[in-house]
């Protein structure tokens, strides 16, 4: 299940209840998917083949399709980064940026471990996704993504118009790393 680091107070939410009702008042959309469904070889795997990436998506078909039911998502994908990414560092620095989409940001963690930092009313706080745990942040929200110290994430991804998802960079005076 997720963690919440609260950033202007460094408190942290760490039971279901606490992370739910948190998420919940800033409108995050937060549930669970089964990992003991997904097979072993793909728990702890992080360089994928197209093979891998389609049996993730067709292990969760149901969850997916629910999911994009009463959400309007129309394309999904599975995504994966590790220190077998190239330029792994490059990217990150890019995704560290606070930005901004016109569409809600849904990952769905398979493997591995990441953070979202989101901007809420009360200042910014870091989400600290496990496998299982899946997350929309809502759109015109600020916020970034990054990895945690294994620096290792799989992630299903949805959205209602992928050719449209962009990065809108967001300048704020307030964010400290
Ligand atoms: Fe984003």
């Known amino acids: 299940m997720a963690n919440i680091r609260i950033r202007n107070t460094n408190e ?58 009463r959400r309007s ?19 990150l620095k890019k995704f560290e940026n606070v930005h901004v989409h016109t569409e809600d940001e849904v990952r769905a963690i398979t493997a591995g471990n990441g953070i979202f ?25 600020p916020h970034f993504f990054t990895l945690m110290e294994n620096r290792q994430v799989v992630a299903v991804r949805l959205f209602i118009d992928s050719s449209g998802w962009v990065a809108h960079p967001y300048e704020d005076p307030d964010f400290k790393r």
């Not at 800033?26 to 891998?52: A, I, P, Q, T």
């Open 73 to 91: 998502y129309k394309e999904w994908d599975v995504v994966a980064l590790s220190d077998a990414t190239p330029n792994l560092d490059e990217l």
């Open 117 to 141: 930092t989101i901007k809420g009313g009360d200042g910014y706080f870091d989400v600290e996704l496990s496998p299982g745990d899946v997350i929309s942040v809502p759109v015109n929200t």
């Open 12 to 69: 942290r939410l760490t039971t279901e209840q606490e992370v739910s009702s948190f998420l919940t008042k800033h409108g995050v959309l937060y549930e669970h998917w089964d990992m003991n469904k997904l097979s072993n070889k793909l728990r702890n795997h992080f360089l994928l083949s197209n093979e891998d990436k389609e049996e993730i998506l067709s292990t969760f078909d149901d969850e997916i399709r629910s999911l994009a039911n």
